[in-house]
């Protein structure tokens, strides 16, 4: 058995793949050629090198043939290669050939290899022809991990047990295994080589792009080839921030961390963001020490995310230099991930056949996705699929709908294990157990922990998929783009969306759901709107809770339901307005939505009371006249209100400050930079600078000197502060591998043996 199964790479990737070796072997003006007027030769190049195992140099003018089989231990002949004889005479003819060389997977034996070479060689003028098999290309591939880096598609094809340092192969066997079926079907893109260089030169990338675009293989293969060639057997696929921080070890720093939906799957989920904010000087400082990260995100999600981080938190997030789009693949790209989905599928042979005359045409239409090609190459998705041009194209135009189809023909079991997937976050532990079913929605399905087991195992790898993170296992989804199609179809069956609304975890409820018709969440009916307010009602007590259900009443809540909820439920509007989950005026929600309720006349006059006091002792308890600046708390204080905070704090004196700086002082975090904590004391000086301009235009201006004389010593102690944290951001590269695309044009068609 071949260790690296090239018989799997297909025609062109074999191609490829031969033509990346003579690029190594003999440099770059190697020049891959196509069929057609350069008949009978795959490659040329002129110069000296040595390609055989005997060391022996030649030098000349050289073309190169790859013969490519798609059969295991299938013993190439003379016979194979005698329609090329007259091709070969006329390029020594006309062109001057020197030197013949032949690529192939082929068996070759000692015999038949001087018999082919033989048959060459009576060309007059041909001064050599050399035979390169299995064995030579594998000897080769074992001793250039760039190459095999080049091509990372053979370890999802060839055996890693054989290919693997053992001891690598055995820390990081969960990992990889999981890894596997996904750098299988890979294609080396633009977008590939642009994220390997970010990764190596910047130690981060950001792989951006629409639902199904490719980003998640495009991360995959970065990690794989991360551990197999750079032996990074630490490497962690986490899922938040606090994750990150469980695992980054400064006294083991060589370690790959990879996020991906970093800012959340299918919406924005703020409470990723904040933790991230808090989180980003600690994975700064980590890339520094030599950790590589990888950010994957719905273009979309990371737009709105970067509109709320500020540059300084974490630059590398504003860098074009690595924040890679993944989107725009070439058409020879293309025709390859296709190629490799449907030959790599599970599908029957007749199939393969059948889907054969239209798979070129597929792969040039605009809405192309590598996840809609791994969907084509899967017979789940073929239960009901007519394989004619009207159908192949709805498939890929509207797989929303397709999807639907496929869930709705689904049997209960099956249907059973994705939602609970769904109730679970896109996470459900496994193994599954009996705590795991709700009995609302055992109730439902009228379905067993068994049944459950069994539906999942059926799935795998088609609908749904077991992740391994940080060694825990769970089931989600295939692919993020099902959330979406998901989504859709809850919204559409009544009684499903009733169970998820009870069932689902608050933060997924509120992250994930709204009252607005016009919106890419899950739409709540006003049947639902009692089962909601239910869930509201019974999460409020979680001071976490009280932050995220004030945004998503907030940001998803219609007026009509604002206005219901006042009339049913008014207390919950009472908790979330009088009660602010957090004492500092930069990261509550409280005051805009109760500005919002103001404007509805929905704002009792004893909340409007109860704000105020919130507002005027977390104004002296943190020396913080930084509310004067927000629009929305000024609107529910009056000129009083705002003067006896003023008074206060200035009566406090300025002991009183000086203990709030020295506070801020000491909690810093030691990875922040200059600017970052300048930001840190922003609140405090412009409540001191503001004290001391009010105070020379009142009865306290005897202590004008003293609070003028307290500013002037606190801007010479952040300057030696942020002296302390001026170490700068050493993004090192560690990699001179040259990644040059081989774009060879068609000699035949790409899928001509998909079928084979």
């Known amino acids: ?401 397709f999807f639907e189809e496929v869930i709705n023909n689904l049997d209960n079991d099956k249907q059973a294990a994705m939602i609970l997937i769904l109730i679970h976050n896109n996470q459900l532990t496994s193994p599954v157990r009996e705590d795991h079913l709700d009995n609302v929605f055992v109730d439902a399905f009228n379905i067993s922990l068994s049944s459950i087991k069994e539906a999942l195992d059926t799935l795998k790898n088609s609908l749904v998929k077991l992740n391994v993170v940080s060694k825990h296992k769970y089931w989600s989804l295939y692919h993020p783009s099902m959330l979406d199609s998901l989504h859709i179809i809850l919204s559409k069956k009544e009684e499903m969306l009733e169970l998820y609304v009870m069932t689902v975890d608050i933060d997924t409820l509120v992250r994930d759901t709204t009252f607005k018709e016009e919106s890419d969440k899950i739409f709540i009916p006003y049947n639902l709107w009692h089962e909601v307010t239910k869930r509201i009602l019974s999460a409020n007590k979680k001071l976490n809770n009280h932050n995220n259900i004030t945004r998503y009443l907030l940001r998803e809540a219609t007026d009509d339901y604002l206005r219901w909820l006042w009339e049913s439920e008014h207390t919950i509007l009472e908790a979330l307005v009088s009660e602010p989950s957090y004492h500092q005026f930069s990261v509550i929600y409280t005051y805009e939505f109760a500005f919002r309720l103001q404007e509805l006349g929905l704002l009792k006059d004893n909340w409007i009371k109860s704000l105020k006091i919130d507002i005027q002792d977390i104004a002296v308890l943190d020396r913080d006249l930084s509310f004067m600046k927000n629009k929305f708390i000024m609107s529910l204080i009056d000129e009083e209100t705002k003067n006896e905070i003023i008074d206060v704090l200035i009566s406090k004196g300025t002991d009183y400050f000086y203990e709030e700086f020295d506070h801020i002082k000491s909690n810093l975090d030691n990875e922040l930079k200059p600017e970052e904590v300048e930001e840190d004391f922003e609140n405090w000086f412009f409540t001191a600078n503001y004290l001391v301009d009010v105070i020379e235009d009142t009865s306290y201006e005897s202590i004008a000197d003293d609070f003028r004389i307290l500013v002037e010593t606190a801007e010479n102690e952040l300057e030696d502060i942020k002296e302390d944290h001026s170490v700068s951001d050493n993004y090192i590269s560690n990699a001179n591998e040259v990644y040059d695309e081989i774009e060879h044009n068609m000699k035949d068609d790409i899928f001509s043996d998909v079928d084979k």
């Open 1 to 401: 058995m071949s260790k690296y199964n090239l018989h799997r790479l297909g025609w062109k990737n074999f191609e490829n793949l031969c033509g990346h070796i003579m690029q190594n072997v003999l440099g770059s003006t190697y020049t891959p050629f196509s069929e057609g007027k350069d008949g009978g030769r795959d490659g040329f190049f002129e110069g000296s090198g040595n390609l055989d195992d005997e060391n022996l140099s030649l030098s000349g003018k050289f073309v190169f043939q790859c013969k490519f089989t798609s059969k295991t231990d299938h013993l190439i002949t003379q016979n194979d290669l005698k329609q090329e004889i007259p091709k070969v005479k006329r390029l020594v003819e006309y062109n001057e050939i020197d030197h013949y060389i032949i690529f192939t997977n082929y068996k070759l034996t000692a015999g038949n290899h001087l018999k082919i070479e033989n048959s060459f060689m009576d060309i007059e003028g041909l001064q050599s022809c050399l035979v390169l098999g299995n064995d030579w290309i594998e000897m080769t591939l074992d001793g250039n991990k760039n190459l095999r880096k080049l091509v990372p598609r053979l370890y999802g094809i060839g055996d890693l047990s054989e290919i693997l340092d053992e001891r690598v192969y055995q820390q990081s066997l969960g990992v990889v295994e999981e890894l596997k079926e996904n750098v299988s079907t890979f294609v080396i893109t633009k977008s590939y080589r642009e994220a390997i260089e970010a990764v190596n030169h910047s130690r981060f990338v950001m792989l951006l792009g629409q639902p199904a675009s490719g980003k998640t293989a495009i991360a995959t293969n970065i990690a794989m080839t991360s551990i197999i060639e750079d032996q990074l057997t630490d490497t962690f696929i986490l899922e938040n921030p606090t994750q990150f921080k469980q695992h980054w070890n400064p006294h083991n720093p060589n370690r790959l961390f990879w996020f991906d939906d970093v800012f959340g799957a299918t919406n924005l989920d703020h409470s990723l963001v904040s933790e991230w904010q808090r989180t980003f000087p600690k994975l700064r400082a980590a890339i520094n020490k030599g950790a590589k990260v990888i950010f994957t995100s719905r273009d979309y999600i990371f737009n709105e995310a970067r509109n709320i981080f500020k540059e300084n938190s974490f630059p590398l997030l504003f860098n074009s230099q690595v924040v890679i789009n993944v989107e725009e693949l070439s058409l020879n790209e293309k025709q390859q991930i296709l190629y490799n989905h449907v030959k790599s599928g599970d599908l029957a042979k007749k199939t393969k056949g059948s889907l054969k005359p239209y798979l070129n045409d597929l792969s040039k239409r605009s809405d192309f996705s590598p996840e809609l090609s791994r969907r084509l190459g899967n017979r789940l998705f073929h239960k009901k699929l007519m394989i004619d041009k009207k159908e192949l194209s709805q498939f890929f135009s509207n797989p929303s709908g």
